[in-house]
């Protein structure tokens, strides 16, 4: 069975301060990882995406990680925003029964961002 | 607005009725997807249509849902006899598809369509 786990469940940070979430995966066979971001009563918005042969991708103040061989991904938010309180879910696409990929999303990671 | 739009946004219903969700998806895009959502929690798949074709559906899926895209563009989204733990919200996402089966677009989710089952 596919599976997606995050952690921390959830995180508390000061304004300014950096954090990393982390990604775990039982998805095979594997096609690409994404990270959204998730407001609250909103639908997730995309931030970046990770495919098989990519260790690193940054996008502005968001860097995404991923090991493949470990299955792990991680997001590094560098010098947060209040604006940056939200959920950020992992997703992963792997093959579903009938053949076709289908993206799994983690729980998320619910971050408070503290002035 | 050519993002995904979902209607209605709120539902409240009493348990044993019926509720029908609608989505209309990016217009060139070729894939849709339903998840359900409950609070603290991720997105859990439902269903997955490919233009009108409907290619996977989850276990989630009981008999009392069911899901179409006749035209392959608008899809909606039956509970039939709805019970309490239904309650949750309903998210529709589109994507445009990519060739072969592999999957690397980018879902654009809609704003949800929140059902609270009494």
């Known amino acids: 069975k596919n599976q997606v786990e995050q952690s921390p469940q959830s995180l508390i940070i000061l304004e300014g301060k950096n954090c990393t979430l982390q990604c775990n995966y039982t998805v095979s066979p594997f096609s690409n990882l994404r990270w959204y971001k998730q407001d609250t009563g909103r639908g997730p918005v995309s931030l970046t995406i990770?495919?098989?042969?990519?260790n690193t991708k940054s996008n502005g103040r968001y860097t995404a990680t991923l090991d493949a061989d470990t299955k792990q991904s991680s997001l590094h938010i560098t010098a947060s925003q209040l604006s940056d309180s939200a959920s950020y879910i992992c997703v992963v696409s792997g093959q579903a029964s009938g053949g076709s990929y289908i993206p799994t999303f983690g729980r998320g990671t619910s971050l408070i961002v503290h002035p | 607005d050519t993002g995904v739009s979902q209607d209605p946004r709120h539902k409240i219903t009493k348990r044993g009725q019926n509720v029908t969700f609608r989505c209309d998806p990016i217009?060139?895009?070729?894939?849709l997807y339903w998840y359900r959502q409950t609070l603290g929690q991720g997105p859990e798949f439902l269903t997955y249509?490919?233009?009108?074709?409907?290619?996977?559906k989850s276990r989630l899926l009981s008999d009392r849902f069911s899901a179409e895209r006749p035209k392959g563009s608008f899809s909606t989204l039956e509970i039939q006899r709805t019970e309490q733990g239904d309650s949750a919200m309903y998210l529709c996402?589109?994507?445009?598809?990519?060739?072969?089966?592999?999957?690397?677009?980018?879902?654009?989710f809609g704003e949800g369509s929140r059902l609270t089952v009494l």
């Open positions: 990770m495919t098989f042969s990519e």
């Open positions: 249509f490919q233009n009108e074709a409907q290619l996977e």
């Open positions: 217009s060139e895009h070729n894939r």
């Open positions: 996402a589109s994507s445009r598809g990519t060739s072969g089966s592999l999957h690397t677009g980018e879902l654009f």
